[in-house]
């Protein structure tokens, strides 16, 4: 059997989709190592995995030397098969690079061709030029030759495999593959089901409508501020009404009043797996992650998306009829009120995402994904 080490992002929108697939591959009797920031210790260990923490910033584009220095301490201690790391982190892939060990990339969201990247393209082409040169900088001081493929400068694909990259999206998500990396193989969103008591209980037939508020795992401000825009809207909407409304965030409410006895307002992590099954509708911001929970367990939704590639995945919800968009200047409380009461209403939209939830479970991403890796690995001669 193989040692594996995993290298995510230290957001729970990578680290849950990931730890996935390294806890199949442990089932399957290799020996992974999760490597992460402290914050996500108690999830790893608990999930069976053996955890290590090493120094990431919020964005991979900081701290490439000082991760590299965290894994190679490491790697110099133990002798690893294979690394899979984060399509975004340069560090794990220079230093697989740095000392001959194969590794594999993932992606947690749909890839997108460079012209489709949201953004201004000039600012994208000063943006990589400048990134190329501070990457290339942290490659000499490890003796490494500058960067060749130019689609390494680019932020997502910085630690890009050229033997397999895993795009953890449904292929129905994506439009257009021209012009992405060979190497990408679509399994579906990973994910890890966390065991917990079934907090709050199953709705019982014939009761209030549950609606699922989901928010953003990404420590970006403007993101922040749209999201209480929209959660506190969600509860004027909702709150002491005939609805039972459940509210994943980060943070604990920080309301100046209580809020209604109808109002759940959920801090652990995952839930997703747990809370979509009981859900009638999902109000979303459009992160990749949470819409996919939501085509997996057939939910409508409501998406208000806050930006990056939020605006793309939204879209393509609404183009297979299982989601009403609404941008964030238009969202209010009446907004709200109005879109999920369509949602409930009108049975077309429970249809399509029933039917699509059938058409994209016959396989299971977390198995597909691992035999993926096992296939590599056993092209090295590891199996």
């Not at 210790?41 to 290590?52: C, D, I, M, T, W």
């Not at 000039?122 to 990589?128: G, K, L, Q, V, Y």
């Not at 399994?187 to 079934?198: I, L």
């Not at 396989?363 to 691992?370: F, T, V, Y």
Request: proline share 7%.
């Amino acid at each position: 059997m193989a040692r594996i080490m995993i290298v995510s992002q230290g957001f729970s929108g990578h680290v849950v989709p990931i730890l996935g697939t390294g806890v199949e591959l442990a089932k399957r009797g290799h020996e992974v190592w999760f490597l992460c920031t402290e914050k996500y210790r108690s999830l790893v260990e608990g999930a069976g995995l053996r955890f290590q923490t090493i120094r990431l910033d919020k964005a991979p584009t900081n701290l490439i030397q000082e991760t590299m220095e965290d894994i190679l301490h490491l790697v110099r201690q133990n002798a690893f098969d294979l690394i899979i790391c984060d399509s975004a982190q340069s560090a794990p892939s220079y230093v697989a690079e740095l000392c001959h060990i194969p590794w594999i990339s993932f992606h947690t969201t749909v890839p997108l061709p460079d012209e489709l990247v949201p953004g201004d393209h000039a600012s994208h082409r000063r943006m990589r030029y400048f990134y190329k040169k501070k990457l290339n900088k942290v490659r000499a001081v490890f003796g490494m030759a500058p960067l060749v493929d130019e689609v390494r400068t680019r932020g997502d694909f910085a630690g890009l495999s050229p033997r397999l990259h895993l795009a953890m999206v449904y292929p129905v998500m994506v439009r257009d593959e021209t012009g992405l990396p060979d190497s990408i193989r679509y399994v579906g969103p990973c994910s890890y089901e966390e065991p917990h008591s079934q907090e709050g209980g199953q709705p019982a037939p014939g009761s209030d409508p549950v609606i699922l508020v989901c928010t953003s795992s990404l420590p970006r401000d403007d993101f922040r501020i749209m999201m209480d825009r929209y959660l506190e809207a969600s509860v004027q909407a909702f709150g002491g009404k005939a609805y039972r409304l459940q509210v994943t965030d980060s943070r604990p409410y920080s309301g100046a009043t209580p809020f209604p006895s109808n109002v759940e307002w959920i801090t652990r992590f995952p839930v997703h797996n747990e809370l979509m099954p009981r859900a009638d509708v999902v109000i979303t911001h459009g992160g990749c992650s949470t819409l996919q929970k939501a085509m997996k367990y057939g939910v409508p939704m409501v998406i208000v998306p806050l930006g990056a590639d939020h605006p793309i995945l939204a879209s393509r919800c609404e183009e297979l009829g299982i989601a009403i968009v609404m941008e964030p200047g238009e969202m209010s409380a009446e907004r709200l009120r109005q879109a999920v009461g369509q949602l409930l209403q009108d049975e077309g939209y429970r249809m399509r995402a029933k039917q699509l939830a059938l058409d994209i479970n016959r396989e299971s991403p977390n198995s597909k994904s691992a035999d993926l890796v096992e296939q590599q690995l056993a092209s090295l001669g590891v199996l």
